[in-house]
């Protein structure tokens, strides 16, 4: 299953939290926002840009970090279907 809410190489942060739960952000959105929140799972998560190759994620309800990284768009939905997307 292909899915096309992005190209296929485009790149995104990906997050996941302990319970499976998966979000990715587009890189560009994430780099020119420098913070987002956004849903994942029961919670809220925090995530901030600091340098192109090092991203910090917080849940906000809780404080527990948790670490985001890159991956290309088709990667990342073939282990996440479900995944959430900001782009």
Do not use: C
């Not at 020119?32 to 600091?50: F, M, Q, R």
């Not at 948790?66 to 290309?72: H, Q, S």
């Amino acid at each position: 299953y292909e899915d096309t809410r992005l190209r296929s190489k485009e790149v995104v942060v990906g997050i996941r939290d302990a319970e499976g739960n998966a979000l990715a952000i587009l890189k560009s959105k994430l780099r020119e926002e420098k913070v987002i929140e956004a849903p994942l799972g029961d919670s809220t998560v925090v995530v901030s840009y600091n340098n192109p190759d090092f991203y910090k994620a917080r849940i906000k309800e809780t404080g527990e970090w948790i670490n985001g990284f890159d991956a290309m768009w088709f990667a990342w939905f073939a282990f996440y279907p479900d995944t959430g997307l900001i782009k």
